[in-house]
C-alpha cells in the first residue's frame, strides 16, 4: 500500500503491526523496559526497549514512508542521530559540510567526532563546481543543510547526490527546516536525511527527537546496531509525542508557511530591516533551485536590522513571539543565533557568514497573522 503523503502522516503505509487488539486508534505508549518471552528460543520480536519498542518502531515506520526511505531509525534528539551516524565512519575519514550548519552539528564535528579521527571540511555547497573540487580521495561523506541554518543558503540536492554516487560517498541531508512535507532528499539522491524531530515534525515546542531515515536496509541495519549499542534510542513517551505531533504535519506546515510570506513581505517593508532571508522570495539566491526540488519554503525567516540596538529592542520587547532558541513549532518564536545557536562558533567565520550582531532568526507559528504583525510593530518602534 502506497498512501499519500497526508494520509501517511496518520496511518504510514498502513504496516503496523497488530500490537494490540482493542481496536486502539491512538497507538499505545509502551511503557516497560522488558519483553516476556513466551518460551525458550522464542521471542516475541521485542526483548529489550533500548533494542526494540513497539511505539518507537511506529514513529520509525511513519518517518520512513514519509521520507521515502527502506527504514527510520529515532533517538532521543537530533544531536544523539548525528552522533549515533558519526559512529559508521573509520578514523581517517573525510567529511565535506556545508559551511552553515546548525551550530550544534559543527561543535560535535570539530569537538567530539575529530576524537574518532574524523575529518571535516566546511564550503558553501550552494558552489557545486567547488564541492567537486574539494572532494578528497578519503571523503566518505557530503553532508548537507538545505536552506540552511540561520543564514537559508540552499544547496542542489540532485547535483551534490550526483556528485557524491561518482565519488562513492554518502550524500547526507539534514532536512529539519522543510521536513518531509515539502522536501524527500532520498528522492533526489540522498542516502541518509536527518531530522532534528524537536522541531517540525514534534511541532509542539514539548519534546526532543531525532531521526535518521535511510535509503537502504542495508545503512539501517548498521545504525540499528550502533543504537541498540550506545543506547539513545528515543523513549517510548516521547515517540508517542511525535507520533501524534506528525499527524498534523501538513495543516501545520501549511498554516505556517502562509504566515511567514505574509512576514517576510512586511519586514521587507520596514525601514529598519536591511536584508530578509526567506527561501520563499523570488529575490533570495536560492529561490529557483529550491521551488525545483521542494514543494515549498517552510516557515523560516532571518534578517539582518540596521543597528544592534534594534535588534536587542526587538527581543527585548515581543510579547507573544517568544525569545527562545528552537523552532517549527506552533508558538512562533525569535532567535539571536549570534549568542544562542551559535554562540559556539569561532567569531571570525560567524562574522564572515553574516551571523552577526544584527541578525534575528523568527520561526513563524501559527497564531494570527495580525497579532504577529502587531507584535514586532511595537517591538521594533522607537
Ligand atoms: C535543532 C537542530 C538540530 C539538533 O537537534 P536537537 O533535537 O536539538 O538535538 C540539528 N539540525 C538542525 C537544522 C536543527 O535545527
Redesign the pocket.
Known amino acids: 500500500m502506497d498512501y499519500q503523503f497526508n494520509t501517511k502522516c496518520l496511518h504510514g503505509n498502513n504496516e503496523k503491526k497488530p500490537v494490540d487488539n482493542t481496536g486502539t486508534i491512538s497507538f499505545p505508549i509502551y511503557q516497560t523496559a522488558t519483553f516476556a518471552h513466551p518460551s525458550v528460543g522464542n521471542s516475541t520480536g521485542y526483548d529489550y526497549s533500548r533494542s526494540q519498542n513497539p511505539t518507537r518502531e511506529q514513529l520509525e515506520l511513519i518517518v520512513a514512508s514519509l521520507e521515502g526511505g527502506a527504514q527510520a531509525v529515532a533517538f532521543s ?6 552522533n549515533a551516524l558519526m559512529e559508521i565512519f573509520q578514523p581517517g575519514d573525510h567529511i565535506l559540510a556545508s559551511d552553515d ?2 551550530g ?2 559543527i561543535r560535535i564535528f570539530d569537538n567530539i567526532n575529530i576524537k574518532n579521527g574524523l575529518e571535516v571540511s566546511y564550503i558553501n555547497t550552494f558552489d557545486i563546481d567547488d564541492v567537486k573540487k574539494k572532494l578528497q580521495p578519503n571523503t566518505k561523506a557530503i553532508f548537507v ?1 538545505t536552506p540552511t ?1 540561520p543564514m537559508m543558503n540552499v544547496t542542489d540536492l540532485q547535483k551534490v547526490g550526483e556528485l557524491a554516487k561518482q565519488h562513492d560517498c554518502l550524500l547526507i541531508v ?1 532536512n ?2 522543510l521536513s518531509p512535507y515539502f522536501q524527500n532528499p532520498i528522492a533526489l539522491g540522498a542516502d541518509v536525511v ?1 531530522h ?4 517540525f515534525l514534534g511541532g509542539h515546542n514539548d519534546t ?3 531521526l535518521l531515515v535511510l535509503a537502504t536496509d542495508e545503512l539501517a541495519e548498521k545504525i540499528r546496531y550502533i543504537s541498540k549499542t550506545t543506547g539513545a534510542g528515543l523513549p517510548p513517551f516521547d515517540s508517542w509525542l511525535i507520533l501524534r505531533g506528525i499527524k498534523t504535519l501538513p495543516i501545520r506546515m501549511e498554516s505556517q508557511q502562509k504566515n511567514a510570506l505574509i512576514l517576510a513581505d512586511w519586514l521587507e517593508k520596514q525601514p529598519k530591516v536591511k536584508s530578509v532571508y526567506y527561501i520563499g522570495l523570488p529575490s533570495h539566491p536560492g529561490y529557483e533551485i529550491n521551488k525545483k526540488q521542494s514543494r515549498g519554503f517552510g516557515s523560516m525567516i532571518s534578517f539582518h536590522v540596521d543597528k544592534e540596538e534594534t535588534a536587542v529592542n526587538i527581543l527585548n520587547k515581543v510579547k507573544l513571539i517568544q525569545y527562545a532558541e ?3 513549532g506552533v508558538e512562533s518564536l525569535i532567535t539571536y543565533p549570534m549568542l544562542q ?1 551559535h554562540a559556539d562558533i569561532p567569531e571570525d567565520i560567524r562574522e564572515e557568514k553574516g551571523i552577526n550582531r544584527l541578525l534575528l532568526r523568527l520561526s513563524v507559528g501559527i497564531e494570527d497573522i495580525d497579532d504577529l504583525i502587531a507584535d514586532l510593530e511595537q517591538a521594533i518602534a522607537d
Open positions: 534528539s537530533g544531536m544523539a542521530a548525528v550548519l546548525y550544534g552539528t543543510e541554518n539534514d529539519t527546516f536527518l532534528s524531530g524537536t522541531k526532543l527527537a531525532g528552537s523552532l517549527g545557536t
